[in-house]
Every structure is written in structure tokens, then in C-alpha cells.
């Protein structure tokens, strides 16, 4: 599986770097590149009564990117901006599932958004759960019922804490069966 990383608006080269190698530490077979081109965040995704963003159009201008790009399966895009979709507060990223396009957000995955002082290692974590959690829906999987699978939904950063980045093994087996026609693995819990 070829696994593109696209920047939306300015990102922190350093995360983005350190997710994509961890990206391929969990997709053991995956390549996984950052995009030198960037893109910028659509002016109409901008909510200003709620100065968020609708992670949904965000996504349709990846969906769009990734239509035209023949050299990854996957587009994950990364965006440093508040997201949201019109029933929840928030969300830490939103995926077609299954599909080609995924988003994340790292807006609110640093510990400073919560109070707490920064914490690189922390927030380079989170962001890792996030990229996995939404590949894995470009994948088809579904929210998992186990708090500590990657796929597990997360209302709040606590239960992104609480998960781990890999795979329970019922999501390992169906992402597995999913890619195997790709001749990759993935990495999953033991």
C-alpha cells in the first residue's frame, strides 16, 4: 500500500515527519511519503460563527487530490486548523470509508489545547493514533468496541490516551484481508 501524507494550510514539518515514520512502523510494508506539494485550506470550510472548520470539505479537496494522484493508494492529510462536522463539537479527523482520502487534525491533540504543558513525545502519540484510526477507515473498518484498538472512537482526548496505535486483532484481520491483495502487512496488538 503506497500511504501519501498531503500538508493543508501550515503544519509542523517535525510531526508530520514523525508520523509518516510512524506510519510506516505500523503499515510495516506501506510506503509512506510526505507530499512535497501542500495545499491550502478551502476559504468556504471556515465556520466563522464557530470559528471551526468543516472537516468535510476539508476531505472532499483531499478526495479531489487523490483522484488525480495515481502514486498512492491513500492520501492522508494534515491540517493544523479546529475541525468539525455539523453534529459534534468536533472531531480529531474524519475518513471515506471505505476510500483513497483520510484527515486529521492536530489542532486539538497538543496537551497546551487542555491546559497542560507541551509534550512533544504526547502529542507526536496522539497524532499517530489519529493517522492509523483514520487510514484504518479508508480501509472500511468501522469504530471498534474495544477501548484500546486504534479503531475505537474517541469522544475526547482521554480515549485517545486510553487506545493504543495498533490494531486490535479483529481490525488487524479485517484491514489485513482488506490489503492483502496488496501484498502488505500491518502491525497489530499482541
Known sequence: MKIGILQIGQVDSYIVDRVQENLKMIFSEATCTVIDEKISIPKEALDKARNQYRSDIIL???????????????????????????????????????????????????????????????????????????????????????????????????ETDRKQSLFCNKCYLKAEKTIKGMGKHIERQV
Open 60 to 158: 472532499n479537496r483531499i478526495h479531489v487530490y487523490a483522484e488525480k494522484e495515481e502514486n498512492f493508494e491513500r492520501i492522508l492529510g494534515i491540517v493544523d486548523v479546529d475541525i468539525f462536522v455539523p453534529q459534534l463539537n468536533f472531531v480529531f479527523g474524519e475518513a471515506e470509508s471505505p476510500g483513497k482520502a483520510a484527515l486529521i487534525s492536530l489542532w486539538r491533540l497538543r496537551p497546551e489545547f487542555y491546559g497542560k504543558p507541551a509534550n512533544v513525545e504526547l502529542f507526536l502519540e496522539r497524532s499517530t493514533k489519529e493517522a492509523v484510526h483514520e487510514v484504518g477507515h479508508t480501509l472500511g473498518l468501522r469504530h471498534c468496541s474495544n477501548p484500546f484498538c486504534v479503531m475505537y472512537f474517541s469522544n475526547s482526548i482521554f
